[in-house]
């Protein structure tokens, strides 16, 4: 199974400033036929479900908006919230779904310092 | 709006059965590949396992493997997970969560509110 392991575990930013989490995988998630990065990110907000925010490690999915970026390539990957809002206080979740089992991260805890 | 709604989840003993269904509307199920994820109380997020649109292939994670079965009933959009021999680490929140077309329906674009699982004695 592939293992994702994200950093830090929490965080404290202050509004306005900028957070990164980083989440690598102990394998390539990099499918050598088409260059894509098989690697989404997910939001999960306290008593609701995850969210999709970044799919193909660096698209955003429709909707969601533009503070929020993806990047990184094979092993390494990280999720950056540019300008960090009250209502983006959450969890975050990497998921890599190159090979079964699809596997998350531990999440990182993203809080208003 | 896309809509995913879970039931059938509740309160069972180690070596019970539960079977989830999850209703899908306003989008037919019909072309999506359809997931299983559980959520542990205060832990992270497990994939259990996926269904392809018409039933054929079908994945699981080691842990449920032999005790879990995903089904389809894609004439009434529904979604299921059978599981037996219920064990108290499965002692979760289920979700059922829809395959994002714009990732080749790998990671998923549309989630319900899931439903508890508890397995206790």
Do not use: H
């Amino acid at each position: 199974d592939i293992v994702m392991t994200q950093s830090p575990d929490s965080l404290a930013v202050s509004l306005g400033e900028r957070a990164t989490i980083n989440c690598k995988s102990s394998q390539s998630v990099l499918y050598s036929s088409n260059k894509m990065n098989y690697l989404a990110w997910y939001q999960q907000k306290v008593g609701q479900p995850p969210k999709l925010l970044i799919y193909w490690a660096s698209t955003r999915e429709s909707g969601v908006p533009d503070r929020f970026s993806g990047s990184g390539s094979t092993t390494d990957f990280t999720l950056t919230i540019s300008s960090l809002q009250a209502e983006d206080v959450a969890v975050y979740y990497c998921q890599q779904y190159y090979s079964y089992p699809q596997t998350f991260g531990q999440g990182t805890k993203v809080e208003i310092k | 709006e896309v809509q995913l709604v879970e039931s059938g989840g509740g309160v069972v003993q180690p070596g019970g059965s539960l079977r989830l269904s999850c209703a899908a509307s306003e989008f037919t199920l019909t072309i999506y590949w359809m997931n299983w994820v559980r959520q542990a109380p205060g832990k992270g997020l497990e994939w259990v396992a996926n269904i392809k649109p018409d039933g054929s292939e079908k994945s699981y994670v080691a842990s449920v493997k032999g005790r879990f079965t995903i089904s389809r009933d894609n004439a009434n959009n529904l979604l299921y997970l059978q599981m037996n021999s219920l064990r108290a680490e499965d002692t979760a929140v289920y979700y059922c969560a829809r395959g994002s077309e714009s990732s080749g329906y790998r990671s998923s674009d549309y989630w319900g509110q899931g439903t508890l699982v508890t397995v206790s004695s």
